[in-house]
């Protein structure tokens, strides 16, 4: 059974930092980049950081750069988005998704073939 696990969201302050985790099962993890997306109320869902199969690339949303690293553990099937000075505008559902690829790219332009249940980012005083 396939299956995408996200977990470390919560309530935190502006400046403050979360670090979200994908745990990943049921298929070949290394075959796939890993990219996390979010979604506000009334907005539309945004990529926000993708991650190549051997770690080798990422890629950041302009909103995000400098302060969103993503990483991947693949003895721990396991993708990281450590998320520091947030801002209330980081606020929303954020999920995992995964795309198997020989080529980075596509992850950022095609949909993803399995997706993570969410997990609820607030960032407020």
């Known amino acids: 059974q396939v299956q995408l696990v996200e977990s470390g969201g919560g309530l935190v302050q502006p400046g403050g930092s979360l670090r979200l985790s994908c745990a990943a099962s049921g298929f070949t993890f290394n075959m796939y980049a890993v990219s996390w997306y979010r979604q506000a109320p009334g907005k539309e869902r945004e990529l926000v950081a993708a991650?190549?199969?051997?770690?080798?690339?990422?890629n950041y949303a302009d909103s995000v750069k400098g302060r969103f690293t993503i990483s991947r553990d693949s003895a721990k099937n396991t993708v990281y988005l450590q998320m520091n000075n947030l801002k209330p505008d980081d606020t929303a559902v954020y999920y995992c998704?995964?795309?198997?690829?020989?080529?980075?790219?596509?992850?950022?332009?095609?949909?993803?073939?399995?997706w993570g249940q969410g997990t609820q980012v607030t960032v407020s005083s």
């Open positions: 991650i190549s199969r051997a770690a080798g690339s990422t």
């Open positions: 998704a995964a795309k198997r690829t020989l080529i980075f790219t596509t992850i950022l332009t095609t949909t993803p073939d399995y």
